[in-house]
């Protein structure tokens, strides 16, 4: 029959679409891994978003990302009356798709409960039907026992906790006492929490940062707002589902959201030198000294802080370079600098140490 | 129990997300009438699309339109191992998102054939589900019973005109005699058919142009490349239903794409002129004038083909002016030029004469 | 020769260069006067700027502006190892580019002395090389002769007020006893002076707000950050040289800087509402009504301080609208808003009512 | 005297405004060589520009290129009534500038002939005073003293040449008989010849691309249409003026403009795989294989002509890649492409061969 080859055309032609073009996002990267951009939790029509699942595909293989994690919400089912309830169906229709544009594509669910324990995601699990279940600990048990690494969402989300504070509450300290929790989102949407850097640390868990979509992509962080959405940022082994677990568990994480990357000292640095550099001076003339410091990222560096004879602050554009004019002495001293945008803690910031390179 | 009012509080920051802002378009307009913006094609996830309903609601308020049909497959269903077939379900949820945002809905269908006869829209129906029927002429007697005008779609459409040439067969002068057919698409997504302009004006059918979006809007018309969706101006006496039906039966509309406006003589000219204006000479030098050329609308006017003495062409930009230095005989002499991005025929652009305002 | 055709022919093409596009900048504007968006402060390579007289005008012509003043420094000629001193230069060179383009041309200087009294601009002077003397008085009194409207320009610029709050000094109350003081600088370049909205409305002056460029307007007021120039908006009888210096000092003046405008109460009200405007409420459920606010300038409106019942901030974007929902009760009560981008004076901004339209 | 403290900061301040930000341009590198990005023909006040010769190298600062030639005309002097004629006024004023900035500044002009000659740049000159001579070829022997490398510039100038197409006039051929010509212009302003490959190649001469700009580059070269001015690059052994010149009299040169690239065959292949890599198979389904095409510079690659069983084109977008699905067949021949946008002689263009990588 005719029809029939009319719409297998019209598939086709909707598959076209979606290749288009992929942005290569230039970040910093961790030396000796592979740097892959995540995002932890989206949502699709098989919950409260308003998309269907492969719009998920096809926004992070054009926004440059390497995972995603679809995530809807078991509790939640505001589509039921349209959609049969199927926990797996978004995992199911997106995993074609994100195998022809080699996007890593983890199956995910959101545990959405009220405050405590609120929002958690399981990632990495094998099915999301057997976690809809009355008892939290019963779902956080077998979450884990299909593998799955446990995510608190949003700690200090508004609708939950009306200060923006988040709070350790006990079974919180439960799941992290019997290993049952592995990391807590610093960032969502366009919130971020401070404590959780230090929580994070306390407890040995991955900082974590995503978009939350339930919309679309483009239409949520649109330039000149945002340049891109927020990410975790995971130092894999190698660009492999089984290596991004590895990394996970085993916290080598960090996140880019808005012009700041939250991330802990031991990556924090080596993520800053991998993008930034400072040229040979190019001009001396007895009491001062220039030269060029550049930054191949697609994210602006904000050095503040700077000492006497140097620039009190420097931005480095994204893909750009400032010269620096600064003291003689600094040609055998280094210059101290705030990064005020890569955040180390709840409190503190990275410092680096700038020097002009040899001639 | 918490969760249900947690649940409430998440569906309504859902809501709150559409409100953002709303753009205002700047477009040429028929006097005496309100010019509505449509959008007569559209699909969701109830039939091929990657959206839920309420997202095509949104996308029309923010991008300024005042009608959206949302006109599903009823012979495509890919999703319905998902989502039960009802072919009423993106009608029934987009109505209280287009009501709480002043947005005229109109419920419609895409009734989905083999070539001939083609896609063809029934717009302003009142039950989707009773058109799936097997015989064509059965399912467009229905249509028509409810009240349905009738849209030829995509007459061109190379997946079912290799040769990208609409062409009328028995079936559409059937349509036609038995007053069956209304209108016919001259713009479809980025492809546009020059005969359609013929067939339209020779048997009395009304000139339309529509996005038949399956994604989202704001990745298939982006800047640079597009400002706007393809739509179709309806010149109603009323910002109503009512009156947009009205007026579609009587053939008042225009199509706007691209940089481009297809409308018959008759709307043509006074649209230009609802925007254009020339101003009084504000230099004359005994052998040349000079005056201004200003256009109010977001539509660029590409002006060419002028006479000795005057510029060639103009391009009056949007929401800008030109200065025009000419012979100093067009004091009394009207400056003709053809627009060339105003189309009036499958050949034919419009006319114009240009006059300096007397001081 | 054949050299001489050639080098007029580049001369010609140098001049169409400038003709490319005129911007409309959609402003609010007084109603029963012209408002004339003008730029009274300005530099070219005859003092400190970068550009030569005729790009000024080029400028002005693209982005829609009506006035400018070029008001190179008489006591600064940085380049005079170059270019011999010729105060009226720039005036002369660039007015027939002026008079090609319908702009309007104030001859104007800079006195520039160090504070007090500070840098001064004289407009509509006849004549700047007479105003090259020694004594600060003499200059304003000759200037004054020659119908000059003095200004008072960045009187907290931080290079002579270190703490960048402006001062009256004696030589300030003398000027404005003599009457030979008309309008103080409320905004510069990219600073502002809350207070000079107090000392022009006590002393009867206009408020004043221009770029003060050096280099180019393009490079300097870019958007995203910046999408205009700083400008002063004044409000004339007729688009003429005369009107438009009787309506300075008449002091019908505004001052549109970034997203603000600064006004006194008198022109800030009916600015607003020229381009602001309610709809009728398209939805009531009983409760609450829905309707439309839509703004028609290029500048968002900033509503902050909404009672019970009403949105408390309302963000009205530049040629959009958003929809408000409010209580029932406003179907005859108005409800309040301050225009937080509208300022009134230095620790006022405009209060506004909104009241939907009747059906 | 205060006044003078004052007049320092203000000098100060300007020549800070010019530090903002440096653009990295992204492009196509030669292996082994630094490749500088060179602007070898510009004019300021000092002839018919807009500009002071600072702002020249601002702008080259910002827009990431290495290398600026300011060529004032030396025969066309239309500012002379108040410019006093002075040929190496702009190079001594721009000097400590461009040495603030690392940027390197090429001693040039143009001697401005009605053609034939027609116009060429003296570039590494000494003194450009000494070059205003009436006879042509005296010119020309004087720069070559200097050291002169000689660029024909602009050959198919329409103003010069009305049919647009380069010829080869006695002169000429006595200029490089001499060896007193090195190269010719391909492309200049928004103009390019495509014969001048031709003209290059058979003389053993430079091919040559720059921006002639007169007024301002950020007003010429705007977004969308432009993302930067022509250029040539040139392939020097040290980013230094001897590497400079040394690479140029060597003739490894190509052209930027537009989205295009031109370069003889020797480079342009390197130039091609320097930013350009496949990946390696990342689905089999045993008839066809999936591998991402990848490109790191900021020009996109047009690939046409792909062969059956591969995409016929590929547009690999600037900083991003596509995917590619071919017939498995690809796993071991190379897929041949015409770079559509990479021009290599008068009618010919790149052929590359794809090879997805190994795994």
């Known amino acids: 029959m005719k029809t029939k080859t009319l719409l297998i055309t019209i598939l086709f032609l909707a598959t076209l679409?979606?290749?288009?073009?992929?942005?290569?996002?230039?970040?910093?990267?961790?030396?000796?891994?592979v740097t892959l951009k995540c995002d932890f939790h989206s949502h699709t029509v098989f919950s409260d978003g308003l998309v269907w699942p492969t719009q998920r595909i096809g926004e992070v293989w054009r926004d440059g990302l390497d995972v995603i994690a679809i995530t809807d919400h078991i509790e939640y089912q505001p589509r039921k009356q349209y959609i049969p309830v199927d926990h797996n169906a978004a995992w199911k229709i997106a995993k074609s798709t994100a195998d022809n544009y080699n996007i890593i594509l983890v199956h995910?669910?959101?545990?959405?409960?009220?405050?405590?324990?609120?929002?958690l995601n399981a990632l990495f699990i094998t099915d999301a039907d057997s976690l809809n279940k009355p008892e939290f600990m019963d779902v956080i048990a077998a979450a884990v026992r299909q593998g799955a690494f446990i995510q608190w969402n949003h700690p200090g989300w508004k609708s939950q906790e009306p200060d923006g504070i988040p709070k350790m509450y006990p079974v919180h300290k439960e799941l992290i006492a019997k290993g049952w929790l592995h990391g807590i989102e610093y960032y969502n949407d366009v919130e971020f929490y401070p404590l959780v850097?230090?929580?994070?640390?306390?407890?040995?868990?991955?900082?974590?940062?995503?978009?939350?979509?339930?919309?679309?992509?483009?239409?949520?962080?649109?330039?000149?707002?945002?340049t891109h959405r927020p990410m975790t940022f995971v130092f894999a082994k190698e660009r492999t589902l089984e290596s991004?677990?590895?990394a996970m568990f085993a916290r080598r994480t960090a996140v880019w959201y808005g012009n700041s990357l939250a991330a802990f000292e031991e990556y924090a640095a080596p993520l800053f030198w991998s993008v930034?550099?400072?040229?040979?001076?190019?001009?001396?003339?007895?009491?001062?000294?220039?030269?060029e410091l550049s930054n191949s990222s697609d994210m602006t560096m904000d050095l503040t802080g700077g000492p006497e004879g140097a620039p009190s602050t420097l931005k480095v554009p994204a893909n750009g370079m400032v010269v620096v004019k600064a003291d003689r002495k600094y040609l055998t001293e280094p210059i101290p600098y705030s990064v005020s945008n890569i955040i180390t803690g709840s409190t503190s910031v990275l410092k680096v140490e700038i020097r002009p390179a040899k001639k």
Chains 1, 2, 3, 4 share one sequence.
């Open 108 to 119: 995910g669910t959101e545990i959405t409960r009220s405050m405590p324990p609120g929002h």
């Open 244 to 246: 991004l677990k590895e």
């Open 197 to 226: 850097m230090d929580m994070c640390h306390d407890n040995k868990l991955a900082l974590m940062g995503n978009s939350d979509i339930h919309g679309v992509i483009s239409e949520e962080f649109m330039e000149p707002e945002y």
């Open 17 to 33: 679409t979606l290749t288009a073009q992929r942005r290569i996002l230039n970040t910093p990267e961790l030396p000796g891994y």
């Open 276 to 291: 930034v550099s400072a040229g040979a001076p190019f001009k001396d003339d007895g009491k001062a000294i220039w030269f």
